[in-house]
């Protein structure tokens, strides 16, 4: 029974690696946008930066030394530290200076705050300590990571818009939370469970926002699409009866003329 349960845990595992990977390379289609327009805009550089904290400690924690049989952890977090570090470079380079300073400050915040945890995991705690210290320090910026859309998310309230929220973005977090809970139950990982448990509830209320405002929005561009013909008519018609006045005028005073002479 043991070995079917690895075997299952093991699959879900690939299954996670891929929609994690997946997940982060959607952005991608955001950074075409941004680099096209050489602007932000309303995009936000925080989950990026969390994303990235997140990807450092998450593959600190799936090391042997720290976990055992957790390696996949390790090898997807470390692709999605790179990938994400390469997102917070490019949204940086085209950042206005405010914000910019604010992303610097953010960015080396994170670094010396996975400093300080690798550290204090390698010289203060071992065993079990470790696992338990290192475990909650990737579990706690996990959520703070998945939460980090939750800027997203009131926007798209308040402007009844998903512009800024892509579908796919919150589709494959929901993909691959969903894988990562599954292989943690199996591996009664209460640190992978709960982070990925947290993301996978909040990626299924951005869906849930995205097929509520979605509809609008296109109602929206139909509503203005009609309104702008309407006007367009109107002012045609406007046109029209203005150039048949000018006309009734003008034969009007040539009757006149032709009378008077007559």
């Given at each position: 029974m043991g070995g079917h349960v690895h075997t299952v845990q093991f699959v879900c595992g690939i299954l996670g690696n891929a929609a994690t990977l997946f997940l982060f390379l959607v952005p991608t289609f955001t950074f075409k946008?941004?680099?096209?327009?050489?602007?932000?805009?309303?995009?936000?550089?925080?989950?990026?930066?969390?994303?990235?904290?997140?990807?450092?400690?998450?593959a600190w924690y799936g090391l042997p030394f720290i976990t055992s049989n957790n390696i996949l952890i390790t090898t997807i977090n470390g692709a999605g530290a790179a990938i994400e570090l390469i997102y917070v470079i490019i949204f940086f380079l085209y950042?206005?200076?405010?914000?910019k300073v604010k992303i610097l400050a953010m960015f080396v915040l994170v670094v010396l705050a996975f400093a300080a945890a690798t550290a204090i995991s390698v010289v203060a705690f071992h065993g079990k300590n470790r696992k338990l210290f290192c475990g909650t320090a990737a579990t706690l910026f996990s959520i703070v990571m998945y939460e980090s859309p939750m800027s997203i998310i009131r926007l798209?309230?308040?402007?009844?818009?998903?512009?800024?929220?892509?579908?796919?973005?919150?589709?494959?977090?929901?993909?691959?939370?969903?894988?990562?809970?599954?292989?943690?139950?199996?591996?009664?990982?209460?640190f992978i469970g709960t982070s990925t448990g947290v993301g996978l509830a909040l990626g299924i209320v951005q869906l849930i926002l995205y097929f509520i405002y979605c509809d609008k929005k296109v109602l929206n561009k139909k509503t203005c699409t009609h309104e702008s013909l309407q006007m367009g008519n109107d002012h045609v018609d406007n046109v029209k009866s203005f150039n048949d006045e000018k006309q009734s005028s003008f034969h009007d005073k040539q009757y006149a003329d032709v009378h008077e002479q007559v």
């Open positions: 946008r941004i680099i096209k327009n050489k602007s932000t805009e309303k995009f936000s550089g925080i989950p990026y930066i969390m994303t990235f904290l997140n990807c450092l400690l998450s950042a206005p200076n405010k914000q798209v309230i308040r402007t009844k818009s998903v512009e800024y929220m892509p579908f796919f973005l919150s589709f494959a977090v929901v993909v691959s939370c969903s894988c990562w809970f599954i292989y943690a139950m199996l591996g009664m990982d209460p």
